[in-house]
């Protein structure tokens, strides 16, 4: 198999195994975890795990600089614990493909993020990406069919989750100039972890002992969505470009929805699919190369 085929697959599998997270992160929530415990669950296990990883592996990579530090409160506390805490609450009021759907309208305050804090130009491409994912978003919310199959507070919650998932690219960014990439991954488990741990850790601990059964679905949400796809989509960077890659992970929303209407029968209407269909589209608008009038001229 050519490199660029294997990476393809091994980016594509990780788009996968993130969309596999709400079925963790729904059975947690039965059990009696709040979406804040599981942000904490989440983070401390995948920290765990991918502290071992790096161990066996290089244990160069668990050095970092203190004066460092606010690089990976950012991707940790900012970033990943309130993008877990907006999309887990998401999931427990909607459905996974809206929940799904709304955390990837990112690449949009990705672009915005950009002309603000990097001066990236405002082009024509980025306004009808950003006009397409809010009619999208539109048709989510069942705003077209006057029916209001959302509510404003979910969408909400579902958009900030798109925003602080953003954030990690910002924040990341400048992280990725100085570590690797697993340094930086491993510490923005560390970070978000102690986030929530003065409100959640206590609580988690007495859960582990009363459902050691909810130990697996932890782990689970760790190994199988958090820190193999990790693994898979860093690897997969190395044989494809980018933009490729964006576009191949978006098979994580699709998993996401049809495991939310073949495992928890989740509602999927007409509008949710033009919603799909519509950010999707914002998201293909974006990763199409520019074209420039010499490059046109010829074809």
């Not at 048709?139 to 077209?144: E, K, L, N, R, Y």
């Not at 990690?168 to 929530?196: P, R």
């Amino acid at each position: 198999m050519k490199v660029e085929t294997r990476s393809a697959w091994m980016v594509a599998g990780a788009g996968a195994l993130w969309g596999l997270i709400s079925l963790f992160v729904r059975v947690l929530q039965a059990q009696g975890l709040s979406s804040l415990q599981i942000v904490f669950f989440r983070n401390l296990l995948a920290a765990a795990v991918l502290g071992l990883v790096i161990l066996i592996r290089d244990r160069k990579a668990l050095r970092f600089r203190l004066r460092d530090t606010w690089m990976f409160v950012g991707t940790g506390m900012i970033s990943i614990a309130l993008f877990n805490y907006c999309y887990f609450v998401t999931l427990s009021r909607s459905s996974v493909a809206v929940a799904s759907l709304l955390l990837y309208t990112s690449p949009i305050f990705i672009m915005a993020l950009s002309v603000i804090l990097f001066h990236e130009k405002m082009t024509k491409q980025k306004l009808v990406a950003l006009v397409i994912t809010i009619v999208g978003c539109a048709c989510i919310t069942g705003v077209f069919s006057q029916a209001q199959a959302v509510a404003p507070l979910t969408v909400l919650l579902g958009l900030g989750s798109g925003l602080f998932y953003g954030l990690y690219s910002i924040f990341g960014k400048f992280a990725l100039q100085k570590y690797h990439a697993m340094t930086v991954s491993f510490y923005t488990f560390v970070f978000a972890a102690l986030a929530t741990a003065p409100f959640c850790a206590a609580d988690c601990a007495a859960f582990t002992v009363a459902h050691p059964e909810g130990l697996l679905a932890g782990l689970g949400l760790a190994v199988i969505s958090t820190v193999a796809p990790f693994l898979l989509y860093t690897g997969g960077l190395k044989g494809i470009q980018a933009s490729r890659a964006a576009v191949l992970a978006t098979v994580e929303p699709l998993v996401g929805s049809l495991l939310g209407v073949l495992v928890f029968h989740d509602p999927f209407t007409v509008w949710t699919l033009l919603g799909m269909v519509l950010i999707f589209s914002s998201i293909a608008v974006l990763q199409t190369p520019r074209r420039t009038k010499l490059e046109a001229m010829h074809g």
